[in-house]
């Protein structure tokens, strides 16, 4: 594939900041390049005041469909050259979501291919693991609520774990939300919230768990481990990052 | 100041996209914020393989002035929405190609503000640093033969120190550009690259310094430290940071 073959990568980077910064770089570290020159082109679009928060919709919280927000600036990115995009959030997968962009993308009749982070890391699963059978998930609150894991990944015959609710509410979303020590607010150095994902980690082991989804973009910053202990630890970021390397030149995807 | 008339940010992120990469995390560290949502708004294009080396150019090595990429790209950033931006390259800043770039926005009658890293980090140590008198620089070849630093530091009383010749060529030069272990190639994890930096270092040091700029934005990947030992460390990509939040939204910069 020649260089000017090569497809131009939009991000939705907002969703949150420190998130689509995370994505960034696995594109960077997943790509094949010695020099400046060979790494691909990378519009990112980080509009966080105009992107509200997902969960908050999914929970009923606010009435205002981030979908739209979305669906926008994934309409800037294509204006700017982007042939394929995605969004590092995985609350934005779920289908009230993720389904109302997809519908708005087809009226407008764009042409950019937005990829499905979470139906991308259910088939990395699947070929990557084909013995995995009980597998813990790790989100914020919207994301568990949607049961956006559980409905892909059941299907290919996995068992999907979560957190019980006490934890859920009081120990795993706060490490993401909150305003003082959740990794929305401080990004990698977010160490109460690192603790509180562990215990949540250390749940998912006594349920039987062998393997746990980082399943919202913020946790890998504050869990950059790929095992703990004996348990596989699965980043769906480092996942979308290869997918979208993959469909803007397959050749220069990291082995 | 309303969020609305906050200003939009544009990255120039390509030279090289780890640095585009850092100056983007940098932005959000120097950012007030404890939401997603009190974030800037940030459009980054990295787009490397249209934007020939800048040092190259400077040794003569290729007639391709860098400076009409950078142009164009910052004529996309201002399409997109941005109203300020900055390009993360020591070396772009060498007047044969930065004067170049601001003729061209000026012909184009462009509105963008494209501020300038290292007046910028020039005015920050005349204002942190006012004793500072011996400042070693460590930078590309390219920006070492353009003499960027002195031409902007001197005036200011302030006496620059760079490596010895052949330290700059076969050690500093290299820890950024070898194609297999220097720090365009490696990002954060060049640690051949460190080991030479930190080589540098040390004749800065012993040649009087009292402090060193870190005058690549690829060296602060391999060199985080913003002290080593009584040596203060200046990054020029915090300073950039800071400058491009203080345009956009003075109120949203961390004390």
């Known amino acids: 594939m020649n260089q000017t073959d090569e497809k131009v990568i ?22 094949l390049a010695e020099t400046d020159q060979e790494h691909l082109t990378v519009i990112s679009l980080s509009q966080p005041n105009q992107l509200p ?18 669906f926008n600036q994934l309409q800037q990115l294509e204006r ?33 291919k937005f990829l499905h982070m979470i139906a991308e890391t259910a088939q990395h699963i699947r ?3 084909p013995r995995l059978r009980r597998i813990g998930v790790l989100s914020t609150t919207g994301t568990y609520r949607a049961q956006i894991y559980p409905d892909l990944l059941e299907p290919k015959g996995l068992t999907t774990l979560v957190p019980d609710k006490q934890l859920q509410t009081e120990v795993i979303h706060p490490a993401i939300y909150h305003p003082h020590y959740g990794i929305k607010a401080l990004g990698r ?26 399943g919202c973009t913020e946790i890998p910053l504050a869990i950059p481990e790929t ?14 990052a290869r997918a979208l390397i993959r469909e803007a030149n397959p050749l220069k995807l990291k082995p």
């Open 80 to 112: 700017a050259g982007a042939a394929i995009a995605a969004i590092p959030c995985n609350t934005a997968h779920a289908p009230p979501i993720f389904d109302v962009v997809m519908a708005q993308l087809q009226a407008a009749g764009s042409q950019i």
């Open 127 to 129: 070929q990557q693991y």
């Open 189 to 214: 150095h977010a160490q109460r919230a690192r603790e509180g994902l562990l215990q949540g980690v250390e749940n998912l082991r006594q349920q039987g768990a062998e393997a746990v989804i980082l």
């Open 10 to 31: 939009g991000v939705v980077g907002g969703a949150g900041p420190f998130a689509g910064l995370d994505l960034l770089g696995k594109i960077l570290q997943e790509t």
């Open 53 to 70: 928060d997902r969960t908050a919709f999914l929970l009923g919280q606010t009435a205002e469909n981030p979908a739209y927000a979305i």
């Open 227 to 240: 095992r703990l202990d004996e348990l596989i630890v699965i980043d769906p970021a480092v996942i979308l």
